[in-house]
């Protein structure tokens, strides 16, 4: 921040020294050092808040251009849209009246099997049997520990354990 040597910091404190005395130096050494901080801290607070005004003016900006994308997007699909339905109303106008030179019969060598049948729709049999849900596997867990008196998981941390043998370590007599 300062540009202070060494040596002119060294000037300063034998000065200061003189004319505070060393009793009271120490309290105005810690005076001064809360000052700086303060002052350090208050600008480093005013550059965060300048570079988040900018971030945030930055944000607006894209925020204004996807706006716009979405609009022009939304746009074209309005109209893409009112063209289709124009172009499916025609085609089924232009399907209720035939077509000259085209036979009304269709020939056996190009048509599909049944494709004058009408769709219908197909449900597919279950591959699989559904099983029971979560909560009732849960249930029967707990039922199950009950009977065989097992500890529920969440009284784990009251457990007291047994202590331990102690049949491997080596006695030490004196």
Do not use: C
């Not at 900006?61 to 716009?68: D, G, T, V």
């Not at 209720?96 to 269709?106: A, D, F, N, Q, V």
């Amino acid at each position: 921040m300062f540009d202070f040597s060494f040596a002119e910091i060294a000037l300063i404190g034998a000065v200061a020294l003189v004319v505070l005395g060393p009793e009271r130096l120490p309290k105005v050494a810690r005076t001064a050092g809360e000052w700086m901080g303060k002052a350090q801290r208050y600008v480093s607070q005013v550059k965060s808040d300048i570079n988040r005004e900018m971030e945030l003016s930055e944000l607006k900006k894209l925020q204004e251009e996807a706006r716009n994308a979405a609009q022009s997007v939304k746009s074209t699909f309005t109209d893409l849209q009112s063209d289709l339905n124009k172009a499916t109303s025609d085609l089924t106008s232009l399907g209720s009246t035939p077509i000259e030179g085209e036979s009304t019969t269709s020939s056996t060598d190009y048509a599909w099997e049944g494709a004058d049948d009408s769709w219908r729709r197909h449900t597919f049999a279950r591959r699989y049997k559904a099983g029971p849900s979560v909560d009732d596997l849960a249930e029967e867990i707990a039922r199950l520990k009950r009977e065989l008196a097992m500890p529920d998981s969440h009284s784990a941390s009251r457990r007291k354990f047994a202590p331990r043998a102690r049949v491997n370590r080596p006695r030490i007599r004196r």
